[in-house]
């Protein structure tokens, strides 16, 4: 049925994107207001493309599912946003931004997506000035940048370790000028349960108001979907609680392919976990590795004294220290991108040098970095020679500058201070580079459905660098977006309004109301999280760090299983008609454990290791990655073929003309 | 450590609630207050008993949904947190622990300690914003140096996240903290200075409108406030709003 076209514009690289948004079709604005969309997902990419469309005047209606737009999980995010701007002058540019994002996501997206977004980042960062977004700045007042894993310039700009709250609150200001207008109404606390097709195009969605528990129709003439990722199908991740694949998972299985499902991003810097209690982990910001240094000691009978803690990591003399990073990667050391130093945690922990109880965690040191600090503020205050102690003090002020809310964080979490012992980390899930697939236009295959933000695949490959998961989702919302759509909506000028009256709408309510009502009729004998950390073990140890054949196939075998009996056996009390968070968790549960199965099915499609995605049977004698150009050079998307007879993939095969396809390594 | 719980139960808005008294046993030092809530509920939903429907989603101190009132406290005991970073090591075996949603007439109850916040977005809709279009056809962001003291004061003020912990701290349920942290934000920029006039009349009109209550400056708000939003903020929005009101008569 659908085929895949990509749409990417004629002409050279540079030119792809000012050419394609001179030819595409614009909607004048008499005829804007004629035309409703609904945006589902207010983060950073919904947010910023519900403001975005309103100021263009067409009339929007936004859908969250927390009781405001400033509390999507876009608010979570610490470090910062690149953008290539070449502040620093360190000879960043739009290429080199491009060429990074290409090489970081090993070479398996697509040129012109990437390029664009590497040209429009500039603009977001005046965009959010503008704004109000109060970045960090030097004394001379202009804008302060730091650099971020996988690279070798400064361009990300950053908002101490809040960066993610600012930008987001940003767009959430942009937004509320428009909810005064009246030209975004806004639904919080309601979600999208699925959506509704006329005539093939998505013209509608199915929402439920969480506080009474209506089931709403709501149309319009086009849908955005907005809704982020899913990492939570591992159960524990660094998403927030509510992360959830429902909508975009809906939304594939009335149509749209899903690409690359199985690429994961597992952050190498995370709080370890302590215990079977755990909700969820949290993030230590990777801007922490341009000053910690990462190492576990080198002797195992060392490692294992700290396991039973007859020894500190203090004690430890440096020569008995192994920093891995920096011994196996020399050229990037402690910024190597995120799924090398994940795996080289992951591969010291298993070889029996880990350190907490558990044995899965490895030390981040910043008494090196004080020390440094420490002295260099000495010499700029002329203080001459001072005590050691001294010097760690000055030192401390300034890692406290940089790094403060994340250290008390820390210290919060864990009861350690790591101004004086090293913190603690080990890799859990971050990202997913997975998603909706969409063409250049970000129109997913459903006509009329577009994908914006982390819910699509566009832009990271099999690995995102750091700080551009922000820069997509505000590229896509505030540049992208707002010009593709009108090149679909050209032709709507005279549909006017879609009625919720439509058979269509009809039945897909009572599709909705089926399942939900099977859910809370159960009455089984386990709860949803019960089944949420089983599916999230199998996800961990089958479809995590490391994969292979026979664990993806034992792997999907389990998922089924599970799903039946979750069918079967699950407990969802309370009821329909009123504020019931469990009913909730029970509807996104469930679509995970359909995700979960084609993130396996993915996995053992692709044999070849690249970024995210390692198969134990491509690897080099040395346990590097290796990728195969000649065979998976392709996006991998799956099409929904009805639940008897599961999916069908698709490649859309990936074109390099301007960058030599090459080996990823930061030795 | 084994705990005793009393907490708010409420069906509806419209529904009269009382508190309701739990247990909870082997509650781990390691475990955040969210956590021990989630072992609860677990226990209530295989009884089959209703569990207890409280807002949270980061769970990491940045989003501002979480929100309860624990032993008389906004975030319980503890400084600069919110309750999802609060850990059990803060409380002792045998202890017995009051969990109490926000109270205030601009806050009405959802469901047992889930409440309405809306009053905050209408807040935000009057005002809280720089009217500058997302076109991004605006100048180069440095073109406007902006001393690093203005900076970061600006950015101190827009760590607030929205959580109300002010509003239900306060003895006259007052959000002259949360409104003023993004009075002052805004202020202090150069491209918030254009239309601060208009803002703050805006805005605290809006939140009069509400039913939030007066400041009598009793300071308890910014004890409570888990991001540290100092009352300076509050005496900066009177001066604006006070210079704003002379303004508008000229
Ligand atoms: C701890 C952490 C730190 C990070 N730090 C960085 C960083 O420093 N730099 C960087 O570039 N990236 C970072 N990231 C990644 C980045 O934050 C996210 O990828 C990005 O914010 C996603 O934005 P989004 O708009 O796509 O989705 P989200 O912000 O996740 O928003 C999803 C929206 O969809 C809504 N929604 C979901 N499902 C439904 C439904 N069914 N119905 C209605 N509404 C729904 C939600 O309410 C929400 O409004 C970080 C991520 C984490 C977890
Ligand atoms: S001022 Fe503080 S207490 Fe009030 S809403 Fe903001 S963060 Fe919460
Ligand atoms: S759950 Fe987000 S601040 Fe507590």
Same mark, same amino acid.
């Given at each position: 049925?659908?085929?895949?076209?990509?749409?990417?514009?004629e002409g050279p690289l540079a030119d792809k994107w000012t050419n394609h948004k001179n030819n595409i079709?614009?909607?004048?604005?008499?005829?804007?207001?004629?035309?409703?969309?609904?945006?589902?997902?207010?983060?950073?990419?919904?947010?910023?493309?519900?403001?975005?469309?309103?100021?263009?005047?067409?009339?929007?209606?936004?859908?969250?599912?927390?009781?405001?737009?400033?509390?999507?999980?876009?608010?979570?995010?610490?470090?910062?946003?690149?953008?290539?701007?070449?502040?620093?002058?360190?000879?960043?540019?739009?290429?080199?931004?491009?060429?990074?994002?290409?090489?970081?996501?090993?070479?398996?997206?697509?040129?012109?997506?990437?390029?664009?977004?590497?040209?429009?980042?500039?603009?977001?960062?005046?965009?959010?000035?503008?704004?109000?977004?109060?970045?960090?700045?030097?004394?001379?007042?202009?804008?302060?940048?730091r650099s971020f894993g996988g690279v070798q310039v400064s361009r990300t700009f950053y908002a101490k370790?809040?960066?993610?709250?600012?930008?987001?609150?940003?767009?959430?200001?942009?937004?509320?000028?428009?909810?005064?207008?009246?030209?975004?109404?806004?639904?919080?606390?309601?979600?999208?349960?699925?959506?509704?097709?006329?005539?093939?195009?998505?013209?509608?969605?199915?929402?439920?108001?969480?506080?009474?528990?209506?089931?709403?129709?709501?149309?319009?003439?086009?849908?955005?979907?907005?809704?982020?990722?899913?990492?939570?199908?591992?159960?524990?991740?660094?998403?927030?609680?509510?992360?959830?694949?429902?909508?975009?998972?809906?939304?594939?299985?009335?149509?749209?392919?899903?690409?690359?499902?199985?690429?994961?991003?597992?952050? /190498?810097?995370?709080?370890?976990?302590?215990?079977?209690?755990?909700?969820?982990?949290?993030?230590?910001?990777?801007?922490?590795?341009?000053?910690?240094?990462?190492?576990?000691?080198?002797?195992?009978?060392?490692?294992?004294?700290?396991?039973?803690?007859?020894?500190?990591?203090?004690?430890?003399?440096?020569?008995?220290?192994?920093?891995?990073?920096?011994?196996?990667?020399?050229?990037?050391?402690?910024?190597?991108?995120?799924?090398?130093?994940?795996?080289?945690?992951?591969?010291?922990?298993?070889?029996?040098?880990?350190?907490?109880?558990?044995?899965?965690?490895?030390?981040?040191?910043?008494?090196?970095?004080?020390?440094?600090?420490?002295?260099?503020?000495?010499?700029?205050?002329?203080?001459?020679n001072i005590s050691e102690s001294k010097i760690k003090e000055l030192g401390k002020k300034v890692v406290?500058?940089?790094?403060?809310?994340?250290?008390?964080?820390?210290?919060?979490?864990?009861?350690?201070?790591?101004?004086?012992? /090293?913190?603690?980390?080990?890799?859990?899930?971050?990202?997913?580079?997975?998603?909706?697939?969409?063409?250049?236009?970000?129109?997913?295959?459903?006509?009329?459905?577009?994908?914006?933000?982390?819910?699509?695949?566009?832009?990271?490959?099999?690995?995102?660098?750091?700080?551009?998961?922000?820069?997509?989702?505000?590229?896509?919302?505030?540049?992208?977006?707002?010009?593709?759509?009108?090149?679909?909506?050209?032709?709507?000028?005279?549909?006017?309004?879609?009625?919720?009256?439509?058979?269509?709408?009809?039945?897909?309510?009572?599709?909705?109301?089926?399942?939900?009502?099977?859910?809370?009729?159960?009455?089984?004998?386990?709860?949803?999280?019960?089944?949420?950390?089983?599916?999230?073990?199998?996800?961990?140890?089958?479809?995590?760090?490391?994969?292979?054949?026979?664990?993806?196939?034992?792997?999907?075998?389990?998922?089924?299983?599970?799903?039946?009996?979750?069918?079967?056996?699950?407990?969802?009390?309370?009821?329909?008609?009123?504020?019931?968070?469990?009913?909730?968790?029970?509807?996104?549960?469930?679509?995970?454990?359909?995700?979960?199965?084609?993130?396996?099915?993915?996995?053992?499609?692709?044999?070849?290791?690249?970024?995210?995605?390692?198969?134990?049977?491509?690897?080099?004698?040395?346990?590097?990655?290796?990728?195969?150009?000649?065979?998976?050079?392709?996006?991998?998307?799956?099409?929904?073929?009805?639940?008897?007879?599961?999916?069908?993939?698709?490649?859309?095969?990936?074109?390099?003309?301007?960058?030599?396809?090459?080996?990823?390594?930061?030795? | 450590?084994?705990?005793?719980?009393?907490?708010?139960?409420?069906?509806?808005?419209?529904?009269?609630?009382?508190?309701?008294?739990?247990?909870?046993?082997?509650?781990?030092?390691?475990?955040?207050?969210?956590?021990?809530?989630?072992?609860?509920?677990?226990?209530?939903?295989?009884?089959?008993?209703?569990?207890?429907?409280?807002?949270?989603?980061?769970?990491?101190?940045?989003?501002?949904?979480?929100?309860?009132?624990?032993?008389?406290?906004?975030?319980?005991?503890?400084?600069?947190?919110?309750?999802?970073?609060?850990?059990?090591?803060?409380?002792?075996?045998?202890?017995?622990?009051?969990?109490?949603?926000?109270?205030?007439?601009?806050?009405?109850?959802?469901?047992?300690?889930?409440?309405?916040?809306?009053?905050?977005?209408?807040?935000?809709?009057?005002?809280?914003?720089?009217?500058?279009?997302?076109?991004?056809?605006?100048?180069?962001?440095?073109?406007?140096?902006?001393?690093?003291?203005?900076?970061?004061?600006?950015?101190?003020?827009?760590?607030?996240?929205?959580?109300?912990?002010?509003?239900?701290?306060?003895?006259?349920?007052?959000?002259?903290?949360?409104?003023?942290?993004?009075?002052?934000?805004?202020?202090?920029?150069?491209?918030?200075?254009?239309?601060?006039?208009?803002?703050?009349?805006?805005?605290?009109?809006?939140?009069?409108?509400?039913?939030?209550?007066?400041?009598?400056?009793?300071?308890?708000?910014?004890?409570?406030?888990?991001?540290?939003?100092?009352?300076?903020?509050?005496?900066?929005?009177?001066?604006?709003?006070?210079?704003?009101?002379?303004?508008?008569?000229?």
């Amino acid at each position: 049925m659908s085929e895949l076209k990509s749409n990417i514009p004629e002409g050279p690289l540079a030119d792809k994107w000012t050419n394609h948004k001179n030819n595409i079709r614009l909607v004048n604005p008499a005829n804007k207001r004629l035309i409703d969309v609904i945006v589902v997902g207010t983060g950073l990419a919904g947010g910023s493309a519900a403001a975005t469309l309103a100021e263009l005047g067409y009339n929007v209606k936004a859908f969250c599912f927390q009781d405001s737009p400033r509390r999507a999980h876009s608010i979570a995010a610490q470090g910062g946003i690149n953008a290539a701007k070449n502040y620093q002058g360190d000879g960043d540019s739009v290429y080199r931004l491009f060429y990074d994002t290409i090489k970081g996501g090993d070479y398996r997206s697509r040129e012109a997506n990437v390029y664009r977004l590497a040209e429009v980042s500039a603009n977001i960062i005046d965009q959010c000035v503008a704004q109000g977004v109060p970045f960090a700045r030097e004394y001379g007042g202009l804008l302060d940048n730091r650099s971020f894993g996988g690279v070798q310039v400064s361009r990300t700009f950053y908002a101490k370790g809040q960066t993610g709250q600012q930008l987001l609150l940003g767009a959430y200001s942009a937004m509320s000028r428009q909810i005064g207008r009246g030209k975004i109404k806004m639904y919080n606390r309601h979600e999208m349960l699925d959506i509704v097709k006329i005539d093939g195009k998505a013209r509608g969605i199915i929402a439920r108001d969480l506080i009474t528990g209506e089931i709403e129709r709501h149309s319009a003439h086009a849908v955005v979907i907005a809704t982020g990722g899913y990492g939570n199908v591992f159960f524990l991740s660094t998403n927030a609680m509510g992360s959830n694949v429902t909508a975009a998972w809906k939304v594939h299985k009335r149509g749209a392919h899903f690409a690359n499902p199985c690429f994961t991003q597992i952050h /190498p810097t995370c709080i370890p976990v302590s215990g079977d209690h755990q909700s969820k982990l949290t993030l230590m910001s990777e801007s922490l590795r341009n000053d910690g240094r990462i190492w576990v000691p080198g002797k195992k009978e060392d490692a294992e004294a700290i396991r039973n803690g007859k020894l500190k990591p203090t004690d430890i003399k440096e020569e008995d220290r192994d920093y891995y990073l920096e011994r196996r990667y020399p050229a990037f050391g402690n910024l190597v991108p995120r799924d090398v130093a994940s795996r080289a945690a992951k591969e010291r922990c298993d070889a029996g040098y880990g350190v907490n109880k558990t044995g899965e965690a490895v030390y981040l040191d910043f008494s090196s970095a004080i020390m440094r600090y420490g002295k260099e503020k000495a010499i700029t205050e002329g203080l001459g020679n001072i005590s050691e102690s001294k010097i760690k003090e000055l030192g401390k002020k300034v890692v406290e500058a940089k790094y403060g809310n994340l250290f008390q964080m820390y210290e919060k979490i864990v009861d350690q201070n790591p101004y004086e012992t /090293p913190m603690m980390i080990y890799p859990a899930v971050h990202y997913t580079m997975g998603g909706l697939w969409v063409d250049y236009n970000l129109m997913t295959t459903i006509p009329g459905c577009y994908a914006a933000g982390e819910a699509n695949f566009s832009d990271h490959g099999a690995n995102r660098l750091g700080a551009s998961a922000l820069m997509q989702g505000l590229a896509d919302g505030y540049f992208v977006l707002p010009y593709t759509i009108g090149d679909y909506l050209a032709d709507d000028i005279r549909t006017g309004p879609i009625s919720t009256d439509l058979p269509e709408f009809e039945q897909v309510e009572n599709e909705v109301k089926d399942r939900l009502n099977k859910l809370i009729n159960n009455k089984g004998t386990h709860t949803v999280d019960y089944f949420h950390k089983k599916l999230g073990k199998i996800m961990w140890d089958k479809v995590g760090m490391a994969r292979n054949e026979r664990g993806l196939k034992e792997a999907i075998e389990e998922i089924k299983a599970l799903r039946k009996e979750f069918w079967e056996n699950v407990l969802v009390p309370g009821d329909l008609n009123e504020f019931n968070p469990e009913l909730e968790k029970a509807g996104r549960v469930a679509d995970f454990m359909e995700l979960g199965e084609l993130m396996a099915l993915d996995a053992l499609e692709r044999n070849e290791s690249c970024g995210g995605h390692f198969r134990e049977e491509s690897q080099s004698e040395e346990g590097e990655a290796m990728r195969k150009d000649d065979i998976y050079a392709y996006v991998s998307s799956w099409e929904f073929n009805g639940d008897a007879s599961g999916f069908s993939l698709h490649k859309e095969n990936l074109n390099f003309e301007n960058v030599e396809l090459k080996t990823r390594s930061y030795k | 450590m084994n705990l005793t719980l009393k907490i708010w139960r409420q069906k509806n808005t419209t529904s009269q609630g009382k508190m309701v008294e739990y247990k909870v046993n082997n509650i781990s030092e390691d475990m955040s207050f969210l956590e021990m809530m989630d072992i609860l509920n677990e226990e209530l939903i295989v009884k089959g008993d209703d569990p207890i429907a409280f807002d949270h989603d980061c769970r990491e101190g940045i989003c501002g949904m979480c929100s309860l009132y624990i032993n008389g406290e906004a975030h319980g005991p503890d400084r600069g947190i919110t309750t999802c970073q609060l850990h059990m090591r803060k409380f002792k075996d045998g202890d017995t622990i009051y969990i109490e949603p926000w109270r205030a007439k601009a806050f009405p109850v959802i469901k047992d300690l889930v409440v309405d916040r809306t009053s905050f977005e209408r807040i935000m809709a009057s005002g809280g914003f720089i009217s500058v279009n997302t076109s991004g056809n605006t100048q180069d962001a440095n073109n406007i140096p902006i001393p690093k003291d203005d900076a970061d004061e600006a950015f101190d003020a827009a760590t607030c996240i929205g959580c109300g912990a002010c509003v239900a701290t306060c003895k006259n349920s007052s959000a002259m903290l949360f409104v003023s942290a993004k009075v002052s934000q805004l202020a202090l920029l150069p491209q918030g200075k254009l239309e601060r006039e208009r803002r703050v009349l805006n805005m605290v009109d809006q939140m009069d409108k509400e039913g939030f209550g007066n400041c009598t400056n009793t300071g308890a708000c910014e004890v409570e406030c888990p991001k540290g939003i100092s009352l300076s903020n509050i005496a900066r929005m009177n001066r604006e709003y006070l210079r704003a009101s002379l303004v508008k008569k000229d």
